[in-house]
């Protein structure tokens, strides 16, 4: 007898043991998709993970309904990885299922009703429903619930299906659907039939008394005589408006015109001429040689290349390489925004060749980018991070670009892994080579460069000899006491502005905070706006004139009064992106200014049109959150302003400084591409703070070597590994005694300073759940999967606790 174990998208421990029935044996194989059913319930997208002949021991195993692919949908590689992700990351197979396949990969289960055969229906027994019903099987054969809610009022549908089962007139029938469906296009063609029975003369002769059907027909057959090599699309014919369908559907009835069907791809891909890449420079030469023979080592590098030097040119060479060599590229950006400039370049080369993924892609579009990974017709993928989870056939190169970004990581996703970190992992059981790249490395990857765990490649210098920015430090304290502000800029960052204006050059100003202002609140008794989801006070957008939590999005109307008080004396507290932006428009009022977040970019191709107004040298200024740091290459860009840099260090985070370092960083890179005269300048009430100093000094090596001294003392990562555990409840009081139960569970099996916690979390409720936390700190090492094994006993012994069961469990390894 055999056996399989089936992952099933449910977010359970482990697999499950099913039995394979006897005419399936030859047929299954790890990797295909099976029917199978669940707890009474029908679930259509197990996977098969694991066959053997082990009978279980405390039950009888169900047989398996059907196998739902000819051959394995996932690839013995992605299996590992799978089973790797699980292990690591302490997360259920399911959950990564449910993450790495397209919804329309998986399959439902719908019911659907059919007439009995040889049946007679007896009409004038029935009422209305059960009329429509009956006379809409007579003509569909077969109807889903989802349809027969069209004609049938919702709380009627159960009643008539019942009624008409009961008189035996219709049966359920269960099928199975896939949701997928291949987009096809409606293309015409004079039949060749018609002609050949008629003259063209007699054709137009019996058309004569319908002269739009007469026309219509011409037009086709010009179109075809014109081009016959290309099919006529169906909606081309109609795009002028001169014909109705009314008109073509006579055409095809009389059998003088066929319509038909053709498959095509959803994807558009590049159509223009094919180019060849740009020469490297001798700088860029020596990386890619360095890259290569690291390579030969069976070693993975971490390009460290200062902004603009040229780290696109160098992955270009190596993709060629990769793809020349017969084997398939994945390229990871952190969001999908990044891509245009490598789009541009890679199009050119691999035109079809090429393709993307990531969640804006419809879910019909995820499903052809699979299929054609797994059938290898797609040579270079550009995609985030779930683009990992593909079929690739013989992956040869993960470039992780921009790899300290933190959208390799997000925590709101489950299950929780970190992108870059896990592409290593990927590309070992491919036997595929990996490209971290960054101006500003994690601290994590440059200590292990400096491990020689990768190899370190270093670009210091911009392509084309660019001279990198300068960075000055304002003493915004000392502007202030001097009376040299004008809001929150200094008169030497107006001053500087008005220059680039008059030179018809670009600024761009960095402000980290999203909205108007942090808080609005009462000056007579001292009330603020706080969610009612949330433990957090709401902040003020003044385009939109509403607050919003920015944990839940929950909105409200600003208020005109105080509800506590009910005085009019409300004041706005705190400074948004919004607030300097419209400040730096009433300090410019000549200058088109633009902002740059989340809020503002929230409309369709709201991003591209800001692109290309900057590229198009319309806008003269720029205010923007983190997302103006990201991936922008505009010639004209010299000058860059953070008026509130302090903002950025005083986060409760140990991450702070190094995210402030690379976010400073990143942005400077935006200055002086081309002139090598990019300046930035930094208004602080700290300017004697370390990490400003060596940031000013571009002091690269210090800075790191400071968090590294920092972190080694403070026993945080890359010395360290630490692991979150985040309990959620809607009570306050079940999430604290479940996290004191939990800690003490830890402390009995784990040493004591490993464990830091319970405490309640920084923000103790978000939508409407309270959140208490529990931090492990263990050392790096073999012991280290041993504590792992320990903390996994310990959440075994927590869920035993049913009145606990209720109680939502986070885990974040690597946090």
């Known amino acids: 007898m055999t056996f399989a174990q089936i992952i099933l998208p449910l977010n359970l421990k482990g697999t499950f043991t099913y039995k394979v029935p006897d005419e399936l044996v030859e047929k299954i194989e790890i990797g295909m998709r099976v029917l199978v059913s669940f707890r009474g319930k029908k679930i259509y997208t197990g996977i098969v993970f694991e066959l ?17 692919d000819d051959f394995p949908i996932l690839p013995p590689e992605q299996i590992a990885f799978w089973k790797w992700l699980s292990n690591y990351y302490l997360c259920n197979l399911g959950e990564i299922y449910r993450f790495a396949f397209p919804s329309s990969l998986k399959l439902e289960s719908e019911t659907y009703l059919k007439l009995k055969p040889h049946v007679t229906v007896d009409f004038e027994n029935l009422d209305v429903n059960e009329m429509y019903l009956i006379q809409a099987l007579e003509v569909r054969q077969v109807i889903n619930l989802t349809e027969i809610e069209a004609f049938i009022p919702k709380k009627e549908i159960v009643r008539t299906i019942n009624s008409l089962i009961d008189l035996e007139y219709i049966e359920i029938d269960e099928k199975i659907s896939e949701k997928y469906k291949a987009k096809e296009v409606a293309y015409l063609s004079i039949s060749e039939a018609a002609l050949t029975r008629n003259s063209l ?23 075809q005589t014109e081009h016959p090599e ?24 009389k059998k003088l015109v066929q319509e038909y069907f053709l498959q095509k791809d959803r994807l558009k891909s590049f159509e223009g001429e094919i180019e060849d890449l740009e020469k490297l420079t001798p700088e860029q030469e020596k990386a890619n040689g360095e890259i290569t023979a690291a390579f030969a080592e069976s070693k993975n590098v971490l390009l460290h290349g200062v902004t603009s030097s040229g780290k696109t040119h160098i992955y270009l060479e190596q993709i060629e390489k990769t793809v020349a060599a017969g084997k398939n590229v994945l390229f990871l950006l952190p969001e999908i925004s990044l891509t245009k400039q490598i789009v541009q370049r890679l199009e050119k080369k691999y035109r079809a060749q090429l393709g993307f993924y990531h969640q804006k892609l419809t879910d019909f579009e995820k499903v052809e980018v699979w299929r054609k990974v797994r059938s290898n017709g797609i040579k270079i993928l550009i995609g985030t991070r779930n683009s990992l989870f593909l079929p690739f056939k013989n992956l040869g190169l993960i470039v992780v670009d921009e790899e300290h970004d933190s959208a390799y990581r997000p925590q709101e996703v489950s299950p929780f892994f970190n992108g870059k970190d896990t592409a290593q992992v990927l590309a070992k059981i491919y036997n595929a080579h990996v490209i971290l790249g960054s101006a500003t490395p994690s601290v994590e990857s440059y200590y292990l460069a400096q491990k020689d765990k990768l190899k370190h490649v270093i670009l210091r210098e911009r392509f084309g000899n660019v001279r990198i920015p300068s960075f000055e430090l304002i003493d915004f304290k000392e502007e202030q006491n001097s009376k040299k502000i004008i809001g929150n800029f200094s008169l030497k960052v107006i001053d500087e502005i008005k220059n680039q204006i008059a030179e018809k050059k670009q600024t761009m100003i960095l402000h980290n905070r999203r909205g108007y202002a942090n808080v609005v609140e009462c000056e007579t008794c001292g009330y603020v706006n706080y969610c009612s989801n949330c433990d957090v006070v709401m902040t003020y957008h003044k385009f939109s004139n509403e607050m919003k939590c920015h944990y839940c999005g929950q909105k409200a109307s600003k208020p005109k009064v105080c509800p506590k008080c009910h005085s009019t004396n409300l004041n706005e507290r705190g400074v948004g992106v919004e607030q300097i932006h419209e400040e730096v428009s009433r300090i410019f009022p000549e200058a ?21 107004k900057i590229e198009a040298g319309e806008s003269d200024i720029v205010v923007g959150t983190q997302m103006i740091a990201k991936g922008l290459d505009f010639d004209h860009v010299e000058l860059i302003a953070i008026p509130r840099a302090d903002a950025l260090l005083y986060v409760q985070d140990f991450r702070a400084e190094e995210r402030a ?12 591409r081309t002139s090598g005269e990019g300046k930035v300048l930094i208004q602080t009430y700290n300017p004697e703070h370390s990490l400003f100093q060596l940031i000013k000094d571009n002091a690269t090596e210090k800075i790191y070597k400071h968090f590294l001294e920092e972190r080694k003392t403070f026993l945080y990562p890359p010395f360290t590994k630490l692991i979150m555990i985040e309990l959620k409840h809607r009570k306050e009081d079940k999430a604290n005694r479940a996290s004191q139960f939990l800690g003490s569970i830890l402390r009995k099996y784990l040493p004591e300073e490993c464990i830091l916690g319970p405490e309640k979390s920084p923000v103790g409720k978000v939508n409407l759940l309270y959140q208490y936390q529990i931090l492990l700190k263990f050392p790096r090492g073999k012991k280290y999967a041993e504590f792992k094994n320990l903390v996994l006993r310990s959440f075994d012994e927590f869920d035993e606790i049913t009145a606990y069961g209720s109680v939502k469990k986070m885990i974040f390894v690597d946090f």
């Open 201 to 223: 003369a007699e054709v137009l002769l019996s058309l004569k008394r319908s002269p739009k059907q007469q026309e219509l027909f011409l037009l086709i057959l010009e179109k």
């Open 661 to 672: 370092f690379q976010l400073i960083t990143q942005v400077s890179g935006r200055a002086g």
């Open 592 to 612: 088109e200014v633009d902002r740059m977040d989340v809020d503002s970019m929230r409309k369709k191709f709201a991003y591209e049109k800001l692109y290309e």
């Open 52 to 68: 053997h002949d082990k009978k279980p021991e405390n039950f009888v195993a169900k047989d398996i309904i059907n196998i739902l």
């Open 230 to 253: 290309k099919p006529i699309k169906k909606s081309e014919v109609f795009e002028e408006g001169n014909f109705a369908h009314a008109q073509l559907k006579s055409l095809v009835d």
